[in-house]
């Protein structure tokens, strides 16, 4: 079983930028579709990101679109949201997620395996 853990959220002003890791345990990820997705406090899980495995093929919400960028490492197990331009509208938990089965999709329920989540707050 694969097991995502994030980490980089923390504080920053609005138009600062905040790099987020997904580092995965267990098993490879290099096969699989992975992305990010946001959760603000009373809201539902809105999707980010997403990269497929071949790394050529990536998909943003047009809220992000321009202003962060998704990658992954298959050597390293790792994907990593550079985000740039933050705004304060931007602040949510942000989690990572594997999909098992299956193309970039935006739709949460599409995803497998969830990260924990690290707290990305950005103040206006």
């Known amino acids: 079983q694969v097991q995502l853990v994030e980490s980089g959220g923390g504080l920053v002003q609005a138009g600062g930028s905040l790099r987020l890791s997904c580092a995965a345990a267990?098993?490879?990820?290099?096969?699989?579709?992975m992305a990010w997705f946001r959760q603000a406090p009373g809201k539902d899980r809105d999707f980010v990101a997403a990269?497929?495995?071949?790394?050529?093929?990536?998909y943003y919400a047009d809220s992000v679109k321009g202003r962060f960028t998704i990658s992954r490492d298959n050597a390293k197990n790792t994907v990593t949201l550079q985000m740039d331009g933050l705004k304060f509208e931007d602040t949510a938990v942000y989690y990572c997620?594997?999909?098992?089965?299956?193309?970039?999709?935006?739709?949460?329920?599409?995803?497998?395996?969830w990260g924990q989540g690290t707290q990305v707050t950005v103040s206006s």
């Open positions: 267990g098993r490879s990820i290099r096969n699989y579709v």
């Open positions: 997620a594997l999909r098992t089965a299956g193309g970039t999709s935006p739709y949460a329920v599409h995803y497998d395996i």
């Open positions: 990269i497929s495995w071949t790394v050529d093929n990536t």
